[in-house]
């Protein structure tokens, strides 16, 4: 029967080669296997590769070879995720190198860029300051914001025109808001740019290229719309902060007093950004006194209180008036951080040694930092040394008052170190080697050493004293070298920075004349100079101030009148 079956199947093909037809006869001849054999040879039959091109049925899944073929990803997840870090690569290189501006805010020119951050928040760099950190969002992308310079152009011309401080708030918000605008905008490009061509560079496909650079742009959108959400005004009322200024709460005041306050405190820091350069320019052309070949002249500064702009002035006068010896008697610094010590180191590159006892807001961390300075000099415990043909002999001050745990020892501690400077200015007498010059920082501590020396230098007290002490001694209290340092935003009128300059005969080390230089406080281009005889060196001379130079004028050369005291 299954002979007949197969006789009735027509054969489209029959075979004409007698050979052919032999072998179809004998395999006609051989009974078929059962179905059940045939039904499992089937199953494991490999199917021939002409079925691949055939077309699938609408609701047949492809296989897996199929799908390779088709160029469909094996592994969806996995090249999503290197998408995503393509991206996110690509956007942190665009804004690392594209991704800043410079935009001017008032007298300033600042950079701004945004940088990816876990915590978000805002990072303004004031060199050589510090930074001050604000809690101002919570977004992956941080604000920085750097300090580049101080425009002498523009800060000329509020100098110029003094009307301008009355909206110069309103001209620094304007100039905020449009360079955050521009840093918007100029952001979305770099981090376009930077996802698409590293997707190119990784990839090599244009649509892959092209989805990394979008997927980046919709990443920096979310980040802004989350910050947007997640913005803090308030922020600027908790600030924190590193470097110098990690002491500015305790010098500025209460961040909620200046917020509340924010008109007088404009002002005063409007002045203190704008007059920096003004002081520089007035220290050029201060007026030079020629002094005998023979004297020694000696700088007498003080209470610089970290005032960044003070070595630059002591740096002018000792090139002008050709300085022997710098003598500071404290204060220099304003908390004695660690953190600060950093601000003393142009003191060995002044140009003349520098010579310093401690004031009560120099710690000993301080004195330890400037022991190791070249050309530095550090005084204490009444220890005398030789420096420029001068025998000099100080005492540090027994206090530090920025250390709040300890109460302040008063007036009785400052009279007890004057002691052991007394007893050491006697001494160095019993030796044959007189000290010429003693050293305190508070004026009560070297009033003890009256009559064992000569002169007398102080500070403390932010303004000048001179005083002829009962057994000889001439006092001379130095004013604030630095303007009152950083300080100077609380006073009402700024203190104006002052120094002098001694002349001392170089055979009996007396004074012969002194020079006290004043330069206006913020908000003042005045530069005057004074000059003053001692009237112990002048018998019968009445005191006469010589004259003075405005810092816009021609110097005018100071008179030789006789005069004793301050000016």
């Not at 404009?266 to 007035?282: F, G, I, P, S």
């Not at 003191?347 to 003349?352: K, Y």
């Not at 002048?538 to 006469?544: L, R, S, W």
């Amino acid at each position: 029967m299954a002979r007949a079956a197969r006789s009735r199947t027509p054969n489209p093909d029959p075979p004409h080669n007698p050979l052919h037809r032999l072998l179809r006869t004998w395999f006609d001849g051989v009974p078929a296997p059962p179905a059940a054999v045939r039904r499992t040879y089937r199953s494991r039959r490999t199917a021939p590769a002409a079925t691949l091109i055939e077309p699938p049925h609408p609701l047949a899944r492809p296989s897996p070879a199929t799908a390779l073929l088709d160029g469909a990803p094996r592994r969806p997840l996995p090249s999503a995720l290197g998408l995503i870090a393509v991206t996110v690569l690509g956007a942190w290189l665009g804004l690392l190198l594209i991704g800043r501006v410079h935009a001017p805010v008032g007298p300033m020119d600042t950079s701004m860029a945004l940088r990816p951050s876990l915590t978000g928040g805002t990072t303004i760099d004031v060199p050589p300051l510090g930074d001050l950190e604000l809690s101002s969002h919570y977004a992956p992308v941080r604000l920085d914001v750097d300090v580049d310079r101080l425009d002498p152009v523009r800060s000329q011309a509020l100098v110029d025109h003094p009307e301008r401080f009355a909206g110069l708030q309103a001209e620094v918000t304007h100039d905020v808001t449009r360079g955050t605008l521009g840093l918007a905008l100029h952001s979305c490009v770099a981090v376009t740019s930077g996802a698409t061509a590293l997707g190119l560079a990784v990839y090599r496909r244009p649509r892959r290229a092209l989805a990394a650079g979008g997927l980046a742009l919709a990443l920096l959108a979310a980040s802004a719309g989350t910050a947007y959400a997640t913005w803090n005004p308030k922020s600027v009322l908790e600030p924190k902060f590193s470097g110098l200024l990690s002491s500015a709460p305790s010098v500025v005041g209460n961040a909620r007093n200046i917020v509340s306050e924010f008109n007088v405190y404009q002002k005063e820091l409007a002045r203190l950004v704008t007059n920096v350069t003004k002081l520089y320019d007035a220290t050029s052309t201060l007026p030079v006194y020629q002094p005998d070949p023979t004297t020694i002249r000696v700088l007498h500064v003080s209470d610089i209180h970290l005032n960044p702009g003070s070595w630059r002035i002591i740096a002018s006068l000792v090139k002008q008036y050709r300085i022997n010896v710098i003598i500071d008697t404290g204060d220099t610094m304003d908390h004695g951080s660690a953190a600060e010590n950093h601000f003393l180191a142009p003191v060995s590159a002044l140009g003349a040694p520098y010579v310093w006892v401690r004031g009560n807001h120099d710690s000993r961390s301080t004195q330890k930092y400037l022991t190791r300075r070249a050309h530095v000099t550090v005084l204490d415990h009444g220890k005398a040394a030789r420096v420029a043909g001068v025998r000099i002999a100080g005492v540090g001050d027994p206090q530090f008052t920025p250390d709040r745990s300890v109460v302040a020892a008063g007036e009785p501690a400052e009279r007890t170190a004057g002691g052991r400077l007394a007893d050491s200015l006697r001494t160095q007498r019993l030796a044959g080697t007189p000290v010429d010059i003693a050293l305190a920082h508070n004026p009560t501590a070297v009033t003890e050493a009256d009559g064992l020396a000569p002169l007398a230098l102080a500070g403390h007290l932010h303004h000048r004293e001179n005083t002829l002490l009962p057994q000889g001694t001439r006092l001379m209290v130095e004013g604030s070298t630095g303007g009152g340092g950083l300080r100077a935003v609380q006073n009402k009128k700024p203190a104006p920075v002052e120094a002098s300059v001694l002349y001392l005969d170089r055979t009996t080390k007396r004074l012969q004349a002194w020079d006290e230089v004043t330069l206006g406080g913020l908000g003042l281009s005045r530069a005057e100079v004074s000059r003053h005889l001692p009237r112990e060196n002048q018998p019968g001379a009445t005191p006469a101030p010589s004259g003075s130079a405005h810092s816009s004028g021609p110097p005018s050369r100071p008179s030789g009148s006789p005069s004793d005291g301050p000016g």
